[in-house]
């Protein structure tokens, strides 16, 4: 039995089993929309400039969507996973590792200033960790739902209740 988890979460888990995610206000969406396209216009154009062909945008498969898709002059393709922030974190290469498949040649993780390459190797310890993770979720849900491990990108997005990291004004069971 496989459970399907779109990238986005799956990498949450990965950090923290236990993560349960927040509601997203519908101004932050907006907003957060708005950021992601002016970061994905950058994106094109830096690849653009480095003699890339710009093949797909928001490719649908495997349960999940990959930002841009590009073909250098050789014929290989490149999956890039483009993120808004300025820094980008441990949780944003997990993601970007997860959205790797066979059909890609190369999988980077990009924002506005930079295009990071992920390793094979990497990639292939990242899907382990999925597998693992997916694993624990079926076969030992309570356990995963306890399994708390803080992390500065998980928790501000978290609305797990139960978790003794949330500061105490924002749980329940105080």
């Not at 993560?19 to 992601?36: I, N, S, W």
């Not at 990071?116 to 739902?145: G, K, W």
Request: hydrophobic letters at 35%; one cysteine or more.
């Amino acid at each position: 039995m496989s459970l399907r988890i779109p990238p986005s979460l799956l990498a949450r888990k990965i950090v923290c089993p236990a993560y349960f995610p927040r509601p997203f206000p519908e101004d932050a969406r907006l907003r957060f929309l708005g950021m992601h396209a002016m970061t994905a216009l950058r994106v094109i154009r830096r690849h653009l400039g480095l003699g890339y062909q710009l093949r797909e945008i928001e490719k649908r498969g495997n349960g999940c969507r990959a930002d841009l898709v590009f073909q250098d002059a050789s014929g290989r393709l490149r999956v890039c996973e483009v993120k808004s922030a300025k820094v980008l974190t441990r949780l944003h290469h997990i993601q970007t590792a997860l959205y790797s498949n066979r059909d890609y040649d190369e999988v980077v993780l990009s924002n506005r200033e930079t295009d990071i390459q992920l390793t094979r190797d990497y990639i292939e310890s990242v899907l382990h960790q999925a597998q693992t993770t997916r694993e624990l979720l079926i076969n030992h849900a309570q356990e995963a739902a306890s399994t708390f491990r803080p992390g500065e990108d998980i928790c501000r997005t978290c609305a797990n209740q139960r978790c003794s990291f949330l500061p105490t004004e924002t749980r329940t069971d105080h």
